[in-house]
């Protein structure tokens, strides 16, 4: 079955860039999202369309895509952006699915 | 103010049978394809279904496939979920969330779940 990869957790101090990847095969084909996820609060989306930020997500937030490899990017990392980070495609255009999260540690 | 409000969960038997539901306020919900996404305990997330606008696409999860039914109504701005059969396994926090998707042609242009509930914690226990 599909799968999106995810590393389980990333590790930066303040002020650092941390990335977040996640590998899949249907990704040249299907764009992927990014969500943020607090502990005790529903998920929030910081990238759509593989590299679009909502409104109201800080710039720091960025994304990219390259091959099956898609890659959230904060710049400048802050406390308040700890969280676990998923990503989501499609494997078909009836499917979808998230990756397994990637907890980010400030 | 723009939120989505889940309700319904609660404890049942396995093999049980749970109806969710999500009110939608301070947007126009028809124009929305709304999806259910669920998060078992310590874990991550799990799509569960989608429902276009209308209710003419539905889409589930391999997992639950034969067992849950997903349904609107827009009239009264409202996104359900009839879970049956209910396995252990199903124990999670069940989201609801819109994504607004534009069409042009045959291209679709999909912006993501940008709103989700607070979620409705469903236990299957005996």
């Known amino acids: 079955s599909y799968e999106l990869t995810q590393p389980p957790s990333v590790s930066v101090s303040p002020g650092q860039t941390a990335t977040i990847t996640c590998s899949g095969n249907a990704l040249p084909k299907q764009y992927a999202y990014w969500y943020q996820q607090k502990p005790g609060q529903a998920p929030v989306l910081v990238i759509y369309?593989?590299?679009e930020r909502p409104s109201g997500i800080p710039e720091r937030f960025s994304g990219s895509s390259s091959g099956t490899t898609v890659t959230l990017t904060i710049s400048g990392v802050r406390a308040e952006d700890e969280a676990v980070y998923y990503c989501q495609s499609a494997d078909r255009s009836d499917s979808w699915m998230f990756g397994g999260g990637t907890k980010l540690t400030v | 103010e723009v939120q989505l409000v889940e309700s319904g969960g609660g404890l049942v038997k396995p093999g049980g049978s749970l109806r969710l539901s999500c009110a939608a306020s301070?947007?126009?919900?028809?124009?929305?394809?709304m999806n259910w996404v669920r998060q078992a305990p310590g874990q991550g997330l799990e799509w569960v279904s989608t429902i276009s606008t209308g209710g003419t696409y539905i889409y589930y999860g391999d997992s639950m496939k034969g067992r849950f039914t997903v349904s609107r109504d827009n009239a009264e701005n409202s996104l359900f979920l009839q879970m049956s059969s209910l396995r252990v396994e199903d124990t999670a926090v069940y989201y609801c969330?819109?994504?607004?998707?534009?069409?042009?042609?045959?291209?679709?242009?999909?912006?993501?779940?940008?709103?989700w509930g607070q979620g409705t914690t469903v236990t299957v226990s005996s």
């Open positions: 969330a819109r994504t607004y998707i534009t069409s042009s042609g045959n291209s679709y242009s999909n912006y993501g779940m940008d709103l």
């Open positions: 301070g947007f126009s919900f028809s124009t929305y394809t």
């Open positions: 369309k593989d590299k």
